[in-house]
């Protein structure tokens, strides 16, 4: 079965803290994908990474960055986290040319 | 640009009944992949099933089923005998721009709560 597992669940931090949220694969699988959820808009991709080291801009990077430094982690930053960045964080995983997405358990983040 | 819509933002079902979740979608391209998703209030997004553009068959996992019409361009899931269990939000995704190197992206539609009662 194919594992995805991000770092915290729950997560509470202060205007202009610096974010790190973690993501791990254990299926080897090339993308990697990161998603902000928010009620009445949906699922909405922040960046994807298709190998170590690249990364690609999705729908909404401003405000994030990311970080690929080996195969099975990706980790998504908040620079400096602002209250507008309240939201459910998901992380995926696919294989090369494989089109299902399997996702992590997410992270709420809750930003005071 | 692709393009996902679910209608009905909540259905409720009675336990062991079958109920269809709507969903409709717009592409130009003649190579897709659709998917459902499912939520639970735990948040974790779990892969039901997936039904690919040129596939003949509707596709089947257990109890859920995709009604694939492809010249009304929708993709119905269908869940037969529904437990309790079942309670949750449900996404229709489809395999969006190919992003070069082996990576698709997808569209999601905004999801259709299900509540199952006893």
């Known amino acids: 079965d194919v594992k995805v597992t991000q770092s915290s669940r729950y997560l509470v931090k202060r205007t202009g803290e610096k974010v790190f949220l973690e993501c791990v694969q254990d299926?080897?699988?090339?993308?990697m994908f990161w998603y902000r959820q928010d009620p009445g808009l949906g699922l909405r991709l922040i960046y994807f990474?298709?190998?170590?080291?690249?990364?690609e801009k999705g729908d909404i990077p401003e405000g994030y960055s990311v970080s690929r430094e080996k195969k099975e982690r990706f980790s998504l930053i908040l620079e400096s986290a602002s209250t507008n960045q309240t939201s459910m964080y998901l992380c995926?995983?696919?294989?090369?040319?494989?089109?299902?997405?399997?996702f992590g358990p997410g992270t709420r983040l809750l930003v005071l | 640009a692709q393009k996902i819509t679910q209608t009905q933002p909540g259905m409720f079902v009675q336990e062991k009944e079958a109920v269809t979740l709507d969903c409709t979608y717009d592409?130009?391209?003649?190579?897709?992949?659709l998917f459902w998703y499912k939520q639970p209030s735990s948040g974790e997004m779990i892969f039901l099933i997936y039904?690919?553009?040129?596939?003949?068959q509707n596709a089947t996992e257990g109890r859920y089923s995709l009604n694939f019409q492809k010249a009304r361009k929708s993709a119905n899931l269908v869940i037969s005998a529904s437990q309790l269990g079942d309670s949750a939000m449900y996404f229709c995704a489809m395999r969006a721009r190919y992003s070069g190197a082996g990576s698709y992206q997808l569209t999601f539609g905004k999801g259709t709560k299900l509540s199952v009662i006893p």
């Open positions: 592409t130009s391209d003649q190579s897709y992949g």
């Open positions: 990474s298709y190998d170590v080291k690249m990364k």
């Open positions: 039904q690919g553009s040129y596939d003949e």
């Open positions: 299926m080897d699988h090339e993308n």
């Open positions: 995926a995983s696919s294989s090369q040319d494989g089109e299902t997405q399997y």
